[in-house]
């Protein structure tokens, strides 16, 4: 799998042979808005941790000129069905085999509501395995003990996780989290984006690599192959 950071906690992870879009928010990004052409992205799948804003604002834009199947819980792809967009609906605990690959919707703690007030149901994250891969992206969340159970599931080859604080996992809370899924290798996200989640990020590097783990923060619009 091919993975590119497209800032904040936003992804387009290209399988073999499907494109997906993880929580896409570009054009409300200041750090990405520039480097990133939302046109270009053309994804086949949209994959919605939750419906908080920073999560889903490009959604409709994408989804409108792609097509894309939105693939989140029960209430988010609800309520873009009822806009009229392709989704496919699934809740926690469970798993499909999609063409792209085998996909679990996990827990996360966290809320999820829509910027209008919508219910956004239950936050979650993904386990997605492609191409012999598997990648855990934990979503904004605290960090849980459920997230020993992860390796259980499938044992990940890269853990993208929040690092930026305040809304989700600091730092030290996320190097106990890549101890739980027993993954070395942390796409750090949902960091540096506005004040609030503004970190240290040399301070992060130094932390994980402490703890025998390797961060990786790419910079927007960079990619890394697993
Ligand atoms: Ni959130
Ligand atoms: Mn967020």
């Known amino acids: 799998m091919k993975i590119t950071f497209l800032g904040h906690a936003a992804l387009l992870i290209e399988t ?10 570009i054009t409300g990004n200041e750090l990405a808005r520039d480097k990133i052409s939302l046109q270009d992205l053309q994804p086949d799948v949209i994959l919605l941790t939750h419906a908080h804003q920073d999560h889903v604002l490009d959604v409709e834009a994408l989804a409108r000129d792609s097509k894309a199947q939105i693939i989140s819980n029960y209430e988010i792809v609800s309520y873009y069905q009822n806009k009229g967009f392709e989704g496919h609906p699934m809740n926690h605990g469970g798993a499909r085999e999609f063409e792209f690959g085998w996909l679990k919707y996990v827990n996360a703690v966290h809320t999820s509501s829509f910027a209008d007030g919508t219910y956004g149901g239950q936050p979650g994250g993904f386990l997605l395995r492609s191409g012999g891969k ?5 979503g904004d969340t605290a960090l849980h003990m459920d997230m020993k159970l992860i390796p259980s599931f499938a044992k990940p080859d890269l853990a993208v996780l929040p690092i930026g604080d305040n809304f989700t996992m600091g730092i030290a809370d996320a190097v106990q989290a890549a101890d739980f899924v027993e993954c070395r290798h942390v796409l750090g996200v949902h960091y540096n984006t506005f004040g609030y989640i503004a ?3 040399d301070e992060a590097a130094r932390q994980f690599e402490a703890a025998g783990k390797k961060l990786l923060l790419p910079g927007i619009g960079e990619a890394l192959n697993i």
């Open 134 to 138: 598997t990648i855990y992206i934990a």
């Open 16 to 25: 073999e042979s499907h494109r997906l879009v993880v929580d896409p928010f």
């Open 199 to 201: 970190i240290d990020t």
